[in-house]
Antibody, heavy 120, light 107 residues
Framework: EVQLVESGGGLVQPGGSLRLSCAASGFSFSNYEMNWVRQAPGKGLEWVSYISGSGSTKYYADSVKGRFTISRDNAKNSLYLQIDSLRAEDTAVYYC?????????????WGQGTMVTVSS | DIQMTQSPSSLSASVGDRVTITCRASQYISTYLNWYQQKPGKAPKLLIYAASSLQSGVPSRFSGSGSGTDFTLTISSLQPEDFATYYCQQSYTIPRTFGQGTKVEIK
């Protein structure tokens, strides 16, 4: 079964850090570009970051640039998001999502999400 | 950044109704437009990609159309399991932007 499973969320104080993980299974992970998307409570979806299959190309939303770092370990079939200097407005469910070039670059597989709460 | 505007933001409909949701991009995006369905507490699910292609396993009552800047998602006969929030997303350029969502509720 093709699957993405996120972990690493939790409650953190403003200014703190977290490392989110996304474990992939059921497909050739290194062949796919990956993304992080977040959703604040009661709000819509916000794209956060992208990484190429090799990990050589990365993009970020302006709202997280300089504070978030995306990475991947293809040997471990894992995607990561290091989030630093956390702010209250970073409180959200964070999803990892697989991008499929053959489907117009749509995100065809999503994880279940991991909640990040930034509060003192 | 490309702004994606959906309308309406919410709608009430009955089982069996034909429902149409529109999405407008602030600039040209060809057919790089995708539709997702999200139910409460769940991850989004891809319904339509490249404006009009049905994702595998998605019922044929869902269809998409449009190109350039104006797009439409249609549910031909609303079913109980279709009550959810729907999002459009452009995959033409970075940053990938989503519409604000359309919540489909039971009348």
């Amino acid at each position: 079964e093709v699957q993405l499973v996120e972990s690493g969320g939790g409650l953190v104080q403003p200014g703190g850090s977290l490392r989110l993980s996304c474990a992939a299974s059921g497909f050739s992970f290194s062949n796919y570009e990956m993304n992080w998307v977040r959703q604040a409570p009661g709000k819509g979806l916000e794209w956060v970051s992208y990484i190429s299959g090799s990990g050589s190309t990365k993009y970020y939303a302006d709202s997280v640039k300089g504070r978030f770092t995306i990475s991947r370990d293809n040997a471990k079939n894992s995607l990561y998001l290091q989030i630093d200097s956390l702010r209250a407005e970073d409180t959200a469910v964070y999803y990892c999502a697989r991008k499929v070039a053959a489907k117009g670059d749509a995100f065809d597989i999503w994880g279940q999400g991991t909640m990040v709460t930034v509060s003192s | 950044d490309i702004q994606m505007t959906q309308s309406p933001s919410s709608l009430s409909a009955s089982v069996g109704d034909r429902v149409t949701i529109t999405c407008r991009a602030s600039q040209y995006i060809s057919t790089y437009l995708n539709w997702y369905q999200q139910k409460p507490g769940k991850a989004p699910k891809l319904l339509i990609y490249a404006a009009s292609s049905l994702q595998s396993g998605v019922p044929s009552r869902f269809s998409g159309s449009g190109s350039g800047t104006d797009f439409t998602l249609t549910i031909s006969s609303l079913q109980p399991e279709d009550f959810a929030t729907y999002y459009c997303q452009q995959s033409y350029t970075i940053p990938r932007t989503f519409g604000q969502g359309t919540k489909v509720e039971i009348k």
